[in-house]
């Protein structure tokens, strides 16, 4: 990440940023890196499983907005 003159960052631990933002225990999306080797629909059919009912999952490549990249899959509530 570079910051240019002017920029602000803000830290936060997952607990606080849950208290602030969302709920505790809750996450609006988490990022994944898979082993090398692991084709981006392997990865996202093992996350899809592991999901609770009404979450989703989408690799970076099929994100809304994204630029078509083999990134990590993204889970999303």
Do not use: H, K, W
């Amino acid at each position: 990440m570079r910051l240019t003159t002017g920029s602000s960052l803000v830290l936060f631990t997952d607990a606080t940023a849950q208290r602030l933002f969302l709920r505790p225990g809750r996450y609006r999306s988490v990022e994944l890196t898979a082993a090398p080797g692991t084709q981006p629909q392997e990865l996202l059919r093992r996350v899809e499983s592991a999901l609770p009912q009404g979450t989703g999952a989408v690799t970076r490549a099929n994100s809304p907005g994204s630029r078509r990249t083999s990134r990590p899959a993204r889970a999303a509530r």
